[in-house]
């Protein structure tokens, strides 16, 4: 028994250790410091039971008032530690916060992972230096060879931590082929070809510290680069470049070393001819428009050509179309229409067909309109329209009417597929064909019954054909039947023919009974009464309305004191009387029929 209680005390001393063991809340991390500043490394323990302690770089720091501290010593559990009058050469270096054991038992020693504290400092000097010239001074004149490697070396030193160095030229960024940290010393090496065209330019070193109050720092020479001419362009344009109207000049410009002399010749002009360096078109023409090219040359050689173009804007003209004036075209075949126009921008094009003085009806959007399975209703006058925009405004330009005209066999084009008619009235059949030539054969048909066009039939059968009046070679046939009876719904059928085919279409006619007088009579009397008695009752509501209204303003006038009547009576006969003369008005509307 004496046995499992000593067991029993031993577990329970191990889970207690186990549960109050100390361990780190929050561990020191990275800072970076300005020299003479001070800073805190934060270190916070929970169930704290050894002895706050330091070191650096691996070595132990003692707490020295006025230097090194703790933070809050009568906190329990806080080890942070406050550095004053940080130093780049003491303090400078990676820092742990460590707790001795809670007891020589217990084993709990803690130890943070190092904290690296960074003593900030710019560097004291930037130099930059090239095995022909040797030292540049800030903003001094660097000479340098065109398409030469050159070899330049930018270096500083006593800084902390090292900077980052890199070359720039303008708003170019240039690597640097080497960059390393010796001691205090840095030093990048740029390896670079320079072109002509870097002649002026800044070749920037620049130093980036987060020491510089700007985060950088830059040492600056001036290249002097010693090239054969390179050439720019300048060019004055008014706003629309059109043919007649715009003008524009051409400046050849050219940067060199020494100066070049600048001159301009058009691409393709087999005479050779050379403009001066500034070039005026005013106005512009048509035959000026085309690549023009600037030179120059120096004792050095020969620029690369720099080039421009001239576009001059012109509305769209020789507009050509073929066919030129007219097709035949065979019915349910192909045709092609083509158009070509010149004009820049180049135009856009349109084909328009005429199907009445006042109608048209566009047709395509493209150069060439093909007509797939040609019909009658293909047939008339085509225009081809040119067109393109110049400075917003359209400029268009039409061809010559081309004709289609169509042959084949009759085609109807425009049919109603029934009829409806009264009892006793007149009918009329018709339908829309075309047909070139023109039918030789054309005739209604039913029941037995074929009557060609211009004939009558038993005084109530008329067929008529007569021409189209907006269609060309189509024509409406009509069938007239008079006093219609039940007997005449049936199918009726148009058959047209000529010596190409025929074509044919039926029409249904369906005969309706006339409706009954007393019929009629009955329907609108009781229509007559529902909307008297309609009206009966609107008025009944707002006779209503009107007395329910001057009820509650009698029982106002009774709550104004002085205003009011005293007597019940006397709003009650007011009442009353409103209501007999509004009674007055009110005539009952007649129920005669």
């Known amino acids: 028994m004496r046995y499992c209680g000593y067991l029993a005390t031993v577990i329970l001393s191990v889970i207690r250790g186990l549960v109050c063991q100390q361990q780190f809340l929050s561990s020191p991390s990275a800072v970076v410091v300005s020299p003479g500043s001070n800073t805190t ?55 742990e916060c460590q707790v001795t054991s809670t007891s020589f ?19 004291s000097t930037i130099t930059l230096k090239t095995a022909s010239q040797g030292t540049v001074e800030d903003q001094m004149m660097l000479r340098v060879a065109e398409d030469q490697l050159e070899t330049i070396t930018c270096m500083t030193s006593h800084s902390n931590p ?14 640097s082929t080497k960059q390393t940290t010796t001691g205090e010393r840095t030093e990048a090496i740029l390896t670079h070809s320079f072109a002509r065209s870097s002649s002026g330019q800044e070749l920037q070193c620049v130093v980036s510290h987060a020491a510089y109050p700007s985060g950088e720092r830059v040492v600056t020479a001036i290249l002097d680069v010693l ?49 001066p360096e500034e070039l005026q078109m005013n106005p512009v023409r048509r035959e000026q428009a085309g690549v023009y090219i600037c030179q120059a040359e120096n004792s050095v050689g020969r620029s690369e050509p720099e080039q421009t173009e001239v576009v001059v804007l012109y509305a769209p003209m020789m507009v050509v179309t073929q066919p030129k004036d007219k097709v035949e075209v065979m019915a349910h075949n192909r045709t092609v229409l083509t158009c070509q126009a010149e004009g820049n921008p180049a135009p856009k094009y349109q084909w328009i067909q005429t199907l009445s003085a006042s109608t048209e009806r566009t047709r395509s959007y493209t150069a060439n309109l093909v007509v ?8 008339g006058e085509y225009r081809c329209v040119a067109i393109n925009r110049i400075g917003g405004e359209r400029r268009e330009v039409e061809s010559e009417p081309v004709k289609i005209e169509v042959t084949g066999a009759p085609q109807v084009v425009k049919q109603v597929g029934e009829v409806v008619g009264i009892h006793g009235s007149d009918v009329r059949l018709e339908a829309e064909f075309c047909s070139d030539p023109v039918p030789s054969e054309s ?29 060309e070679d189509c024509y409406i046939s009509r069938l007239t039947v008079r006093r219609v009876g039940l007997e005449d719904s ?77 007597k019940g009576d006397s709003k009650i006969s007011l009442v009353n009387e409103t209501t007999e003369k509004n009674s007055e008005k009110i005539t009952p509307p007649s129920t005669k029929v």
């Open 372 to 379: 797939e399975d040609v019909g009658y209703g293909d047939q």
């Open 41 to 95: 490394l934060s270190c916070l323990v929970e169930n704290m039971g050894g002895e706050c302690r330091w070191q650096k770089d691996g070595k132990p720091v003692g707490i020295y008032p006025g230097k090194y501290t703790l933070a809050k010593p009568d906190t329990e559990g806080d080890c942070s530690l406050t550095i004053f009058s940080v130093d780049l050469k003491l303090d400078d270096g990676e820092w």
């Open 227 to 275: 090239y054969k001419p390179t050439v720019s362009i300048a060019r004055v344009d008014t706003p629309v470049l059109e043919d007649g109207v715009g003008s524009v000049t051409l400046t050849c410009n050219s940067q060199a070393n020494p100066p070049a002399r600048a001159s301009w010749h058009k691409m393709g002009d087999k005479e050779g001819k050379k403009y």
């Open 443 to 471: 005739t209604w048909e039913w029941g037995g019954v074929v009557l060609p066009m211009g004939s009558e039939v038993d005084g109530r059968y008329k067929a008529e054909l007569v021409p189209h009046p907006h269609m």
């Open 490 to 566: 049936k199918e009726y059928r148009l058959n047209v023919e000529n010596k190409h085919g025929n074509d044919m279409v039926p029409v249904i006619l369906k005969i309706k009974a006339p409706v009954p007088l007393l019929s009629v009579i009955a329907t609108g009397s009781l229509l007559l009464f529902l909307l008297l008695l309609l009206l009966s009752t609107f008025l009944l509501l707002r006779k209503k309305q009107k007395l329910c209204w001057q009820d509650k303003m009698g029982e106002k006038e009774g709550s104004l004191g002085q205003n009011t009547y005293s």
């Open 162 to 175: 090292a900077p980052t160095i890199s070359w720039q030229m303008g708003d170019q960024v240039l690597p």
């Open 105 to 123: 038992q217990s084993q709990d020693a803690l130890a943070s992972s190092p904290a690296k504290l960074t003593v900030q400092v710019p560097p």
